[in-house]
């Protein structure tokens, strides 16, 4: 029976490139000039610091820029408020999340069981959601159909077997 998963992974390769870039970027821009303006990338955060809120958006903005230059979901962005630092500064948080949750995968089975063709199942398994059908054409139609839908995280899609 063929099966394939579906799941939400970020690549942090491509985030650790995007942030180094942001900050080269950051220390070049004469914008940027005097306002000790950073970004750093620890595990699965990142930590923005600037001297104004102003600032702090425009940083945001060049992140988020690099991120989609590197094809990189913006979907998987978590931004946090804003913080105040020390000397007038300010800083945020933006969590990077990665993997369906329990409510994301539901919403998926959820859609499958309602529009797939008849024979087609879905499973959740921890952070993916395995579906299994009788024929290879009908899980492409779910492949198709899941594409134009609109979940609050991105989807992949992996492992199809015949």
């Known amino acids: 029976m063929p099966t394939f998963d579906i799941v939400s992974q970020v690549d942090m390769q491509e985030v650790r490139n995007a942030v180094d870039q942001a900050q080269r970027e950051l220390s070049t821009r004469f914008d940027f000039k005097g306002t000790e303006s950073s970004v750093e990338l620890s595990g699965m955060e990142l930590r923005l610091h600037s001297a104004t809120e102003d600032r702090l958006r425009a940083v945001m903005q060049v992140v988020e820029e690099k991120l989609v230059k590197r094809k990189v979901s913006l979907k998987h962005l978590d931004a946090q408020k804003v913080e105040e630092a020390s000397k007038g500064a300010v800083r945020q948080t933006v ?38 059908g009788k024929k290879r054409d009908d899980l492409q139609a779910v492949i198709a159909g899941l594409k134009e839908q609109e979940f609050p995280v991105p989807l992949q899609f992996e492992n199809f077997r015949d």
Do not use: C, F, H, Y
């Not at 994301?104 to 008849?118: E, F, H, L, Q, Y």
């Open 95 to 132: 969590l990077i999340k990665s993997g369906l949750s329990p409510d994301n995968a539901k919403a998926v089975n959820r859609w499958i069981k309602d529009n797939a063709p008849k024979g087609v199942s879905s499973t959740t398994q921890g952070e993916q959601v395995r579906v299994t």
